[in-house]
């Protein structure tokens, strides 16, 4: 019986770091440690990669272990999501092409063991941080898209990659505390008019298990150390890396 459902998120492959090929290592070993006979489905919640941006007929080198760990899953029979991040946000099919269901509306809300979940990356919900929603509406407006594809792969992807290891390291970032109940996220979930039993996000690379009403809220880790969630669709329980 498949029963278990994995969530992963801020894995940030390619990451240029000194850390980066253990951490692709890891996540390469999570991947392969997936038992695919007793696994529905693996949800990828954003940020997997520290950049990807696809030109029509060029998608980033490397990560050939990650790619075939992923095939494996689903020639196995497992159904991998992937929703995404502010960092990987411009995929515009080759994960489609691969296998993967890509939702594009955030959050996606899906049924699992009988459960309802509310899914995304999280950064664009609730009512905080009004300039990053601003610099996030700008990537996602099509006229900066197109003038970005108009780049040569070389200077797009190098500028992307540069972009993306500045935007955590030209200046040390302090870890992000939750804010408890005038957390925006926590309001968001609050106010949701939905009925639903579990909100998962990534994005806040801090680790968060809270209840909201009926439901609970839960954020995970970004991926110093390996992190995930497994819920068990047998039992009803969910749960994170042990």
């Given amino acids: 019986m498949r029963s278990l459902t994995y969530f992963v998120s801020d894995v940030h492959l390619g990451l240029r770091l000194p850390e980066a ?26 940020d997997i990669w520290d950049f990807w941006y696809e030109y029509k007929d060029v998608v980033p080198k490397g ?27 411009w995929s515009y099919g080759y994960f489609s092409e691969l296998g993967m269901i890509c939702p594009k509306a955030q959050p ?16 664009m919900l609730g009512n905080g941080n009004k300039k990053y929603k601003r610099i996030q509406w700008m990537f996602h407006n099509k006229l900066f898209r ?5 780049l040569h792969p070389r200077i797009g992807i190098g500028w992307g ?19 408890g109940q005038s957390e925006p996220l926590y309001q968001w979930c609050s106010a949701c008019p939905e009925k639903v039993d579990y909100f998962i996000f990534g994005h806040y690379h801090t680790f968060w298990d809270t209840p909201v009403g009926n439901s609970r809220l839960l954020v995970m880790a970004d991926w110093k150390e390996p992190n995930w969630l497994v819920f068990d669709a047998e039992t009803g329980e969910l749960s994170a890396r042990p």
Avoid at 22 to 28: A, D, I, M, P, S
Avoid at 69 to 87: P, S, T
Wanted: aromatic share 16%.
């Fill in 21 to 46: 090929p253990e951490r692709e290592k890891r996540f390469v070993e999570f991947l392969r440690g997936i038992p695919a006979e007793r696994t529905e489905s693996l949800y990828m919640l954003g």
């Fill in 63 to 89: 990560y050939a272990q990650v790619f075939a760990a992923l095939l494996d899953l689903m020639d196995a029979g497992v159904k991998v999501y992937f929703i995404e991040g502010n960092h990987d946000q």
């Fill in 108 to 123: 996606y809300y899906t049924e699992i063991g009988g459960k309802r979940f509310c899914l995304g990356h999280g950064d």
């Fill in 146 to 150: 197109a003038m970005f594809s108009a």
């Fill in 161 to 179: 990659k540069t972009w993306s290891r500045q935007s955590r390291t030209h200046k040390p970032v302090p870890k992000y505390v939750f804010k």
